[in-house]
């Protein structure tokens, strides 16, 4: 269930106080610790003993590592089934922290306070939970539900710009693919600042719910939320071990607009649609140059993409402004065509 928080947290406490756990763990980054902790810890009405967990902040740090040394910390704090994790952070934590209380002691439960854009609008929702292996992304994960989700949007007000705007890419993506009049409000912004964004949080938020809803274990309708991904994983995975990484969002952007190119070569849109999508999303992103980049490095992330069945890769794709196909295989001569398409857009 997903709560927008009052000013003095009350649906939480109320949580707290309803609920029996023998421990509290609030799993934070540096970042969060410092931004976002204060606040919480200023608003928290409990007597239960809690125990701060920080990691440092980072995609890098979502690893098998990370997920070891807090379960060994969990353990050495005896936390017991009836122990909960508060994860207090952007989607890293939010899937660091899904992970290792879906898998210690086979499960205990958490709550998810999302503190990014990203996770507000898409991380924390879901029940996606998992870390990265190797350089692929989110290879080892569960699927479980956090017990509630908490979004309190003046979190955003000390978060950098740039991870204002990958947020924000989920948010166009959720218009694209399911609400016409999302992706129509969102274009007005002129500027990505939270306070006006923040009107637009609760109906991403719903599309996201709605989605997984209606197909939790992503069989249908829930693989069309990978509009943007499947190019825009493998180059994240790519940037990632380069000496620059880019944020999630930008990878989305990224991928977006690849994929809508691909909507239209594969027949699925107008080319008056696609480009105005492009149009519109290279309003906020700047372009990214994948000059480094082999293209058969590109192909084989794409073919090692999780979505992919019988050895095809299987792309989520638009069928219109606000409507999706998924599971559309397209031939490599068009995939490689709107990666080309992009690299000419510099
Ligand atoms: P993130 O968690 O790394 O946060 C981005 C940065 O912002 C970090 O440096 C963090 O410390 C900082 N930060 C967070 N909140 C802040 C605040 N209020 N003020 C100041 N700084 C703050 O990254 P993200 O963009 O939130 O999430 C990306 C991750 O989410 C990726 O790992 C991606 O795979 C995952 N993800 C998961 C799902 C899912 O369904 N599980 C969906 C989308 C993305
Ligand atoms: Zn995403």
Known sequence: MITILDESFSQLNQFMTEKSFSKVFILVDENTHEYCLPLLLGNLETDLAFEILEIEAGEEMKNIQTANQLWEILTEMQADRKALIINLGGGVITDMGGFVASTYKRGIQFINIPTTLLSMCDASIGGKTGIDLM??????????????????????????????????????????????????????????????????????????????NADFHEKNVRKTLNFGHTIGHAIESLCLQSENPILHGEAVALGMICESHLSYLEGLISKEDSDLIIENIQIYFSFIDLGDFKDEDIFSLLLNDKKNSDAKINFSLLSGIGSCVFDHQCSTENIQKSINFYKKLS
């Open 135 to 212: 350089h692929y992304k989110n290879m080892v994960g569960t699927f479980s539900f956090p017990e509630q989700i908490y979004v309190y949007p003046r979190f955003l007000d000390t978060l950098p710009a740039k991870e204002v705007k990958s947020g924000f890419a989920e948010m166009l993506k959720h218009g694209l693919i399911a609400d016409k009049k999302h992706w129509e409000d969102l274009i007005q912004l002129q500027h990505l600042d939270p306070v006006g964004i923040e009107p637009f949080i609760p109906q991403s938020m719903e599309i996201k719910q709605e989605v997984v």
